[in-house]
């Protein structure tokens, strides 16, 4: 399962963070976001990154708050958060634009509904998986149904914290029908 870490709305609030990613972790994830050249995002978690980092210091915050950021969303017209454009239209053609636009990492953390919108329409040339060891038994899963099969291969794993897993899985596109 994949539910956010905190946020009063969903119903597990907060299990993610028991887990000590530790040094490793942390500067994983900051390095990841060092990394990229923008932001892909859903519109929920636009709205509580919006809510959280423009009042926040630090190289994740500065990193966060300046790079281009493109907001999935059929309602939002006037987004606050600086650097932000908003995605409408067909998801696959306007993704495949910034793709090609774009030079470098576009990332999507969280946002499970687009994540899934983006496999299904094959857009996905990287997963990263921070796996905790914890079971949920309810919430939202990350891979829902699927318009067919695709492979994948590991490209790399190594652990954090406490025993913590991290998965980076590349698009195998050596069979053109998988």
């Known amino acids: 399962m994949a539910q956010a870490p905190a946020g009063e709305h969903f119903e597990h609030r907060d299990w993610s963070l ?11 994830t900051l390095d990841e976001a060092l990394a990229a050249e923008a932001l892909l995002l859903g519109r ?8 959280a980092w423009p009042d ?9 708050n300046s790079m281009p ?3 999935v969303s059929a309602t939002l017209t006037d987004p606050a ?18 793709r090609d636009a774009l030079a470098g990492e576009i990332q999507v953390p969280g946002s499970i509904q687009l994540v899934r919108a983006l496999l299904a329409g094959d857009l996905v040339g990287e997963i990263r ?14 891979f829902g149904p699927a318009p067919g099969r695709t492979r994948w291969r590991l490209a790399g794993t190594r652990t954090v914290g ?15 029908a998988t």
Do not use: C, Q, S
């Open 44 to 51: 929920r978690t636009y709205d509580l990154f919006a809510g």
């Open 129 to 142: 998986l921070l796996t905790l060891p914890v079971v949920l038994g309810t919430g939202r899963r990350l």
């Open 81 to 98: 958060w600086n650097n932000t454009h908003v995605v409408t239209g067909d998801l696959v053609t306007e993704v495949a634009g910034l």
């Open 18 to 28: 028991a887990f000590n990613r530790g040094a490793d972790g942390e500067r994983f």
């Open 162 to 176: 406490e025993g913590l897993p991290i998965t980076v899985f590349h698009r195998h596109r050596a069979d053109p």
């Open 69 to 71: 950021k493109y907001v």
């Open 56 to 64: 926040r210091d630090g190289p994740l915050a500065d990193k966060y």
